[in-house]
């Protein structure tokens, strides 16, 4: 095996704005085209099978995934190895002696996990909605979708690596594959196979979110060595339980959040599994724009707190907080106006009828009111993993928030159906939100809170504004075609609040414009 081109050194300054920038526009343009193949997946997966029980039953087999993603791509692999190639890097330690300590060992607990998920597919699907009216259905997904642990992990660990490299278009790509994968088998098995194809993309979605990254790390990273030469510096102990464990805890907690909606919403109608899922899909666009942001700048934080540089630490943060709320602000706002029009367009075709829009525009607007809570959490959890060390406060925030959820969602589940349980998510993760704010005030990269403070303010005044115009062009547009209407509404909304936000003298307007 040739040797990698960067193996312990460091790469070209990081710091340096046009860098990020550029990195950040790259990251954002491959993902939000993986993204567009997400909303083609969806727009598919609600016309071949529309929303009932056959999709209800693959959506309870998608926890899986979706859980294996939180926890290994966007937890474990993210918030531990990024700091850890970030401090081998900046250290000048051998990056590739880091893989060969650890790389085996998470591909083995993959491994076991993975097969541990299939074999207890019953139970789990008991678990996660006892009130299913097909769980045969949803044990043989759930049985086929269990590859994805093994596949996401491995792929965010490739992720990890590269990212700490400032190589970000292999690991943005990764959604590109993994959806690709997805519409691709529901697309020629749909016949043969119905929603079980929509299961089989997954796992061949997980699997190409693998291969896509392989030549990049080799080249950049490097795999395990046949033999170890030496002991890994530093890495004693990386991935041991002590260590492992607040991540885990922290990223279960948040995944869980949606074992509860599917949980209670097993007990709804069916098809209400549905709308929820087709809700916060559509929701969470704006918070995945946001955190891609947040995704480039982390081996920058992680640098800086690794090197004892505290003050570009927290001016990063800031910076990341403030981008994230201006974004996820601008997104709310038009979700919760033209959710309808938006529905009709994407949705709204073969075995999804107006009912299913109706009930899914509803859905969104409620979520639309949590999505700043969701981004915060993303954003805030950052530093607190950043440099290495082991922290429960993130998992006790995010326990607290989970717990207002659930019971929220369960007291309120009978009275106001669906809602609730949406309504519930909100209150949850914002709790969460306020609660890590509240604990980076005790740590070396506090944040000002003033700063932050006004940027919401701002932000939500101009989001306001935003919607106040959507409404009236709405109206103004209420016999025109719902295509239309998402799009000039979308155009007025940006308008509005890009202008507002510059008047209220919003920096990141001012550098959009001039810089």
Not at 420 to 425: E, L, R
């Amino acid at each position: 095996m040739t040797a990698p081109t960067t193996r312990g050194t460091a790469p070209p300054a990081e710091g340096a704005r046009p860098a990020l920038a550029t990195a950040a526009i790259l990251t954002v343009a491959i993902t939000i085209s993986g993204s567009l193949l997400g909303l083609l997946r969806d727009v598919l997966l609600a016309r071949w099978f529309g929303a009932g029980p056959d999709t209800d039953a693959f959506l309870v087999s998608w926890t899986v995934p979706e859980t294996a993603f939180c926890l290994v791509v966007e937890g474990a692999m993210s918030l531990l190895m990024v700091p850890l190639f970030s401090q081998a890097i900046a250290r000048q330690r051998s990056v590739r002696d880091l893989v060969t300590a650890t790389m085996p060992r998470v591909v083995v607990t993959l491994a076991v996990a993975s097969a541990a998920v299939a074999l207890g597919a019953p139970l789990l699907v008991r678990l996660i909605a006892p009130g299913l009216d097909d769980p045969a259905l949803a044990i043989t997904c759930t049985r086929i979708t269990a590859f994805t642990v093994l596949a996401f992990g491995i792929a965010g660990y490739l992720s990890a690596g590269l990212r700490a490299h400032h190589v970000f278009a292999a690991p943005a790509a990764i959604h590109v594959a993994y959806n690709a994968g997805i519409v691709a088998l529901m697309w020629t098995m749909r016949g043969r196979l119905g929603v079980v194809s929509a299961a089989a993309g997954v796992a061949a979605g997980g699997l190409l979110m693998v291969l896509v990254q392989v030549p990049g790390f080799r080249r950049h990273v490097g795999f395990p060595a046949l033999r170890r030469h030496g002991r890994a510096t530093g890495t004693s102990g990386t991935l041991a339980l002590g260590v492992l464990a607040p991540v885990v805890a922290y990223t279960v907690a948040r995944q869980a959040q949606v074992w509860v909606e599917r949980f209670l919403g097993s007990a709804l109608p069916a098809g209400t599994i549905s709308h929820l899922n087709y809700a916060q899909k559509l929701a969470q666009l704006p918070m995945l724009v946001a955190l891609l942001v947040c995704t480039v700048t982390f081996p920058t934080l992680a640098r800086a707190i690794a090197a004892g540089d505290l003050a570009h630490a927290r001016r990063r943060l800031e910076s990341d907080v403030r981008a994230a709320t201006l974004i996820v602000m601008l997104g709310a706002a038009y979700l919760f106006v033209f959710a309808p029009a938006v529905i009709q367009t994407l949705l709204q075709h073969g075995a999804f009828g107006p009912a299913d829009t109706a009930a899914t525009a509803a859905l969104v607007r409620v979520y639309a009111a949590g999505l700043l809570g969701h981004a915060l959490v993303g954003v805030l959890v950052r530093p607190f993993f950043a440099g290495g060390g082991r922290t429960w406060y993130p998992a006790l925030a995010m326990a607290i928030g989970l717990t207002v959820n659930l019971v929220g969602a369960t007291l309120a589940v009978s009275t106001f159906g669906v809602t609730a349980i949406t309504a519930a998510n909100g209150a949850g993760v914002t709790t969460t939100a306020v609660l890590l704010l509240v604990g980076l005030r005790r740590r070396a990269a506090a944040i000002g809170m003033a700063a932050v403070a006004a940027v919401l303010a701002r932000a939500a005044a101009a989001a306001l504004a935003a919607a106040a115009a959507g409404c009236l062009a709405g109206r103004l547009m209420s016999d025109l075609d719902s295509t239309v209407v998402s799009v000039v509404g979308g155009v007025v909304v940006l308008a509005t609040f890009t202008t507002v936000a510059r008047l209220l003298g919003v920096e990141e307007m001012r550098f959009r414009r001039g810089r």
